[in-house]
């Protein structure tokens, strides 16, 4: 049961859009940057929406490393490709630029594909996915990110956690969306345990004597002095195939940096090394692949719809009450959430609160009234 | 130390050819499908090089599920993109031809895509991604296959072990390549098991209880039964992530089938549902990325050589020799075999004799001479 106080989808979005402005965001980039951090929590992705709007969109325009205004420079296209270079303004403006661009070239040439450099955060990477996918193609998308991932057999934090994403149109009443950190956590999940007062599995962290670590409050501190890295998807060595999901990563930071000849790995801390604070200079990547071009838009989504009703239909474990696709959780979190708004626990109240009066907004939050 | 007997990359390459031939398949889709087999075992990936040769290949043809001349039907060809019939002949042709058309429509338009359906077994996906990156592109490929892997929460064998295969160019020796399955593990691993004396690592295996299962014979019978399932990568359940590697192995089997609205999961079993062999019918998916449409080939290649060198020259775990990157033990292995051959043990080497008597071909392989 959710037991934290909703805000209304309309409210939260206004409000946004009108911070945004005040921060000197124009507004019809504002419109699109609340647009991709609510979808997240349209979606249930908790660690991706309004959670992040003051301290990785807002605090970051304040201290310099994220610029309101987005000077696009489009430094190569063809019929098919595009190449941006974002200027350290906003990463999901860039992105959202990109994603027109690249489905205008896919409805002509049924492939395009492009790459951004300089850039910052660019929310869930789903978001760029299921506007192809809306547009009745197939997305692709990944980012990089700062170092947080060990590879297999080293220890020390080298890659971001790196989302190889892609979203997928079907006959269904919503798409195959996987959208996921190629890691087996991210940050996030650990602050999740941490506040639930759980451990953290073992095999997700490492530690710098190859070891593992389960106290999630030990592993955030830690973490934060680079004491300790994240586990690539298959976890610990390569018996359980954790060299698998450190090809994933390293897939994803190669198409995020190469395509552009943008920085990698340990050049997006954001940190210079005396300490102080410098731009991200983040890349990403995104593929639109155009069905019509191969043997249409109802074909492909009858067969995806095929396969996934197959799968959950298949023979379930005992005790587990559905077998899931993905994207499927992410639906049933907009059906529970459509009518309600947005579940805002106490530290998203107190940013709000707290932009609201800084800034005189003439917004009272439902949580306000006894 | 290998103690297996070395059978030269000519020897074999030849004898492969000849045996192709003398069951039908003409010369120069032969020397393909040699090519292709023989590049698993430079690679130094046993599971599917010379060790396939005869049961899934020449008896597969004897047994009329694999066709020996490959009839191929362009269904669908755009500038971008192609749609390929291989009427169930060798998988291994029709994917060579569909490369060869892709890389010539990424010289012109930057992005190309392709799908084939009615196919068989294309050997290891990695060879034609490798086409492309020869050619200086980025290669993605992959490929459905008989039904073994259960998807989260359920025990049921319904997907393949669908590799999501990525090459890459470098500024290295060798490039960036990932190739391998989605599930933790595939079959041929747990014959190694078992071949080894040793159990398998639990979390890699469901059984229809739900439960793990180590010991690699049992898990080999009642696999061939049915009772059991491969599990995705990340392993049981969902909290180290085993949704993850099922959303892998899940678009994989939607790209596979959808883009040309072939078959897919149990119909892809090989069998009528009396028992009887029936075709494959397996589907295929290649996209390919050219470099020089972005940034530019070089740009890319010191760009993701930078990325992996970073990689390897970061801090090991205590007790670890080196770090790998992906496609640098396949160069390893191709650097220890290339002057030796292929080594082939007992199994092999009893399948090359029985097809040489057999054919009555004029060969002497080097472990017949005492």
């Given at each position: 049961m959710e037991t934290r106080p909703y805000v209304s989808w309309q409210q939260m979005n206004d409000f946004m859009i009108d911070v945004f402005k005040a921060y000197g965001v124009p507004e019809e980039d504002a419109k699109i940057c609340a647009d991709v951090l609510l979808e997240s929590d349209r979606r249930g992705?908790?660690?991706?929406?309004?959670?992040?709007?003051?301290?990785?969109y807002i605090d970051r325009i304040v201290n310099g490393t994220?610029?309101?205004?987005t000077k696009i420079d489009i430094v190569k296209e063809t019929p098919t490709t595009v190449v941006m270079d974002a200027n350290n303004g906003m990463g999901m403006v860039a992105s959202h630029k990109m994603m027109e661009m690249l489905i205008e070239k896919a409805k002509t040439y049924g492939m395009a594909g492009g790459a951004i450099y300089n850039s910052t955060h660019y929310g869930i990477a789903g978001y760029w996915t299921t506007m192809a996918e809306k547009a009745g193609m197939i997305g692709i998308s990944g980012t990089n990110a700062r170092p947080s991932v060990a590879p297999t057999f080293g220890v020390e934090?080298?890659?971001?956690?790196n989302p190889l994403t892609f979203t997928m149109p079907t006959d269904e009443e919503f798409p195959f969306n996987f959208d996921c950190a190629t890691s087996t956590v991210q940050n996030g999940k650990i602050e999740f345990y941490e506040r639930s007062g759980k451990p953290t599995p073992a095999g997700l962290v490492i530690t710098k004597d190859g070891g593992t670590m389960t106290d999630s409050g030990t592993i955030l501190k830690e973490m934060r002095k680079g004491n300790c890295a994240l586990l690539p998807?298959?976890?610990?060595?390569?018996?359980?195939?954790?060299y698998k999901g450190y090809g994933f990563t390293t897939i994803v930071e190669i198409l995020s940096a190469a395509l552009t000849g943008g920085p990698y790995m340990k050049e997006?801390?954001?940190?210079?090394?005396?300490?102080s604070n410098r731009m991200y200079r983040l890349g990403h990547f995104f593929f639109v692949i155009n069905p019509e071009f191969f043997m249409g838009l109802d074909t492909f989504k009858s067969t995806a719809g095929g396969i996934l009703r197959g799968l959950r239909n298949s023979e379930k474990a005992p005790g587990a009450e559905r077998i899931y696709t993905a994207g499927e959780k992410e639906h049933l979190a907009w059906l529970e959430r459509k009518d309600k708004g947005v579940p805002v626990g106490e530290s998203i109240q107190k940013e709000l609160v707290e932009l609201r009066d800084k800034l005189k907004l003439p917004y009272i939050f439902p949580f306000e009234q006894k």
């Open positions: 992705i908790e660690s991706h929406g309004c959670n992040r709007f003051k301290p990785i994220l610029l309101p205004v934090p080298m890659m971001g956690t998807l298959g976890g610990l060595g390569e018996e359980t195939g954790g997006l801390s954001g940190k210079n090394p005396d300490g």
